[in-house]
């Protein structure tokens, strides 16, 4: 794009500053999709308490394991996000997600 375009406009949902920007709370409940099919859901994220980094995503194991949570660190293993198709796209197997360490809230979490 040159300087003399007009810069893009997207739709923003009625939604006030970066569309590109969404709520953690709109992401969860998402459908995580491995290399090799769906596998649970965004339960939710752990955050770094100094600088706001999303540390891990919470995934729900519930269609094959009720009850299971486990951690997936996004930095090495999300894809990309569908936001049309409300999906989690994630760089692993099934089976390396549910060989992820499992969440347990009481435990602390260590980077």
Do not use: C
Request: aromatic share 12%.
């Amino acid at each position: 794009m040159s300087w003399s375009e007009p810069v893009p406009t997207y739709p923003t949902n009625n939604r006030k500053g970066d569309p590109h920007l969404r709520s953690g709370r709109e992401v969860q409940k998402y459908t995580v999709h491995a290399s090799d099919g769906d596998l649970g859901h965004v339960e939710d994220f752990l955050f770094d308490d100094e600088n706001w980094d999303i540390r891990y995503m919470v995934v729900a194991l519930r269609n094959w394991f009720p009850g299971r949570k486990v951690l997936i660190s996004p930095a090495w293993f999300v894809g990309r996000i569908s936001w049309t198709e409300h999906r989690v796209n994630v760089i692993m197997t099934q089976e390396d997600i549910r060989n992820s360490p499992e969440y347990d809230p009481a435990m602390p979490v260590l980077h």
